[in-house]
C-alpha cells in the first residue's frame, strides 16, 4: 500500500446523500483506477483516469463521478448513495512507461443504510 | 462481465503441499497478471505473464498460460501458513487503456 492513501477508511451513510472517497498517491503515477469488490463479484472497474482531468467509465459507471484535478488525487463521488452502493472501494494506480502492474490502496468500506 | 474465472473457488491444504489455481478467460489478451489479497488489504501484485509466453517463475510461484484454452494456471509450492489469502487473474486485453479485468478469486487456506 506505500505511496497510495484512501480517505476514509470506513464510511457510513445514509440513503440518498452525497459521499466522496478521495485516493492519493506520491508516485507520479499517470493512471488512476477505482474499484469496487463485492462478495461473488470479485473486482469491477467503476471509473479510470489516464492524466489529469482525463477519465473514462468502467464496467459499473452508473451512479458514480469521477474528478481528478492533480496528478496524486483521484476522487471518486456518489451523487446521492443507494443501498446497492455498499461495498469495500479500493482505488490503484500504475504507470505503463514502468510496466502493466497495477498498485492498490487499502481500501475504503462504505456501508449506505 | 467478467474476463477471468477461478478454480477452484476456495481450496484448502496443508502446509508444505502445492498448491495449484486455475483461471478461464473469453477474449485475446495482451497478458494476464495474478494478485494475492490478504483479509481486509488490498491487492498485491505477484506475477505477469505476456500472451506470448507459456511459463513463468518467480520464487515458490510458477504460472503457465495457454492461450489456445484461454487458461492459466499459479502453481504455489511448499505452501505456508502466510501463503492464506485470496488469489485473483486478471487480464489486459491490451486495448490500450490499461484496463484490467479481475475474476472473482480463489480463496486458499494453508492449515499449520
Known amino acids: 500500500d506505500a505511496g497510495i492513501t484512501q480517505s476514509p477508511r470506513h464510511k457510513v451513510t445514509e440513503t440518498g446523500t452525497p459521499v466522496t472517497l478521495r485516493c492519493h498517491q506520491t508516485?507520479?503515477?499517470?493512471?488512476m483506477y477505482w474499484y469496487r469488490q463485492d462478495p461473488g463479484h470479485g473486482l469491477r472497474l467503476i471509473h479510470y483516469s489516464y492524466g489529469v482531468k482525463d477519465t473514462d467509465k468502467g464496467e459499473v459507471s452508473d451512479g458514480y463521478s469521477v474528478s481528478r484535478s492533480k496528478t496524486e488525487d483521484f476522487l471518486l463521488t456518489l451523487e446521492s448513495a443507494t443501498s446497492s452502493q455498499t461495498s469495500v472501494y479500493f482505488c490503484?494506480?500504475?504507470?505503463?512507461?514502468?510496466?502493466?502492474?497495477?498498485?492498490f490502496g487499502p481500501g475504503t468500506r462504505l456501508l449506505v443504510l | 462481465s467478467q474476463q477471468g474465472e477461478e478454480d477452484p473457488q476456495a481450496l484448502s491444504i496443508q502446509e508444505g503441499e502445492n498448491a495449484t489455481m486455475n483461471c478461464s478467460y473469453k477474449?485475446?489478451?495482451?497478458?494476464l497478471q495474478w494478485y494475492r489479497q490478504n483479509s481486509g488489504r488490498g491487492l498485491v501484485h505477484l506475477i505477469l505473464i505476456r500472451s506470448n509466453e507459456r511459463e513463468k517463475h518467480s520464487g515458490r510461484l510458477r504460472v503457465t498460460l495457454d492461450t489456445s484454452k484461454k487458461s492459466s494456471s499459479l502453481l504455489i509450492t511448499a505452501s505456508r501458513a502466510a501463503d492464506t489469502a485470496s488469489y485473483f487473474c486478471?487480464?489486459?486485453?491490451?486495448?490500450?487503456?490499461?484496463?484490467?479485468?479481475f475474476g472473482k478469486g480463489t480463496k486458499l487456506s494453508v492449515i499449520p
Open positions: 486478471a487480464t489486459d486485453s491490451g486495448a490500450g487503456s490499461y484496463q484490467l479485468t
Open positions: 508516485e507520479n503515477h499517470r493512471y
Open positions: 490503484a494506480i500504475s504507470e505503463p512507461v514502468r510496466g502493466e502492474t497495477q498498485y
Open positions: 477474449t485475446s489478451i495482451n497478458n
